[in-house]
């Protein structure tokens, strides 16, 4: 049985940082490329950052310089550092895990960054 779990979300302040962890069991953890996708109230769920199996990262423009991806193939865990954030970073956060034609995807975590 496939699990994908987030955690780490929560209010941040502007300027504040966050770290989202992304723990999954039942999947060849390495063989899988990992990403995170976050969806708005109200817009489409987009891409944030992914990193593949040999890892290689790839970020969308807009946290390309605050966020960071990062791996750790011996707890079968992903994590987003989320520094510098915006307002516009408010979205709920999904972890992805795809290798091939399989792909699964978590529930979710909720990050609010208000005054």
């Known amino acids: 049985q496939v699990q994908i779990v987030e955690s780490g979300g929560g209010l941040v302040q502007p300027g504040g940082s966050l770290r989202l962890s992304c723990a999954t069991s039942?999947?060849?953890?390495?063989?899988?490329?990992m990403a995170w996708y976050r969806q708005a109230p109200g817009k489409q769920r987009e891409f944030v950052a992914v990193?593949?199996?040999?890892?290689?990262?790839k970020y969308r423009d807009s946290v390309r310089d605050r966020f960071s991806i990062s791996r750790d193939n011996a707890n079968n865990t992903v994590y987003l550092q989320m520094n510098r954030l915006k307002p516009d970073d408010t979205a709920v956060y999904y972890c992805n895990a795809a290798a091939g034609a399989l792909s699964y995807w978590g529930q979710g975590t909720q990050v609010t960054v208000s005054s």
């Open positions: 990193i593949g199996s040999g890892g290689a990262f």
């Open positions: 039942g999947i060849h953890f390495s063989d899988y490329n």
